[in-house]
């Protein structure tokens, strides 16, 4: 218990971005629109976090991160049938064709960054990866993509053992937590999806 309450003395900017990022994901996995404007405060307090244990493009993510959740807000809102609230849809091939391609570049691009230009990064393999993998997952839930949740599985499991290797120990506890929440999103997704085309179907 001491050892508990030590923790969250000495970094309450981290125990304050673990919150907020857990209740993100909670109001992502049931379409509300409130994910996105504590996605940007989560955000912000992870950057901060990172910089000090210096994972350096994991930082520079959040930035990202806060982009597309300005751009999340919009599409939820507005990106539907006749400019209304978005729907679940099912990922198109060719766009995934282009979010592999995407991926496959982008931790190229990342890794030769980390090890030419940032070079005190300590997993620069790693953080390329999943800097890829989450700015895929995130542009996907923007546009309510059913598939952004497998994608988000595989980046938190990655993320586990990063974060265990860097002694994060709160924030992979907190990507434990949003594994369980990628599995029970991408099924409430999947639910109103199915939902949905039965519904059109059957009219």
Partial sequence: MNTLLEFLEERPLEVAAVLTGVLCVWFNVRQNIWTWPVAIIS?????????EDRLYTTMLLQGLFVGIS??????WLTGGPDGGTLLVTRLRPVVGIILLTLTVAGTAGFALLLKYYVTESPYP???????????????MAARKILE?????????AIYV??????????TLLLYVLYLGLATTGYIAWRTSYL?????????
């Avoid at 955000?43 to 910089?51: E, H, I, R």
């Avoid at 053992?161 to 709160?170: H, K, N, S, V």
């Fill in 161 to 170: 053992g990063l974060f265990f290797a860097t002694e994060l120990y709160f």
């Fill in 148 to 156: 952004s949740w497998l994608v988000w599985i595989v980046t938190d």
């Fill in 43 to 51: 955000s912000l307090l992870f950057a901060v976090v990172f910089f």
């Fill in 70 to 75: 300005i751009y999340g807000w919009r599409s």
């Fill in 125 to 139: 393999l790693t953080e390329a990866l999943t800097t890829t993998l989450s700015v895929i997952a995130s542009w």
């Fill in 195 to 203: 939902s949905r085309t039965i519904l059109r179907e059957a009219t």
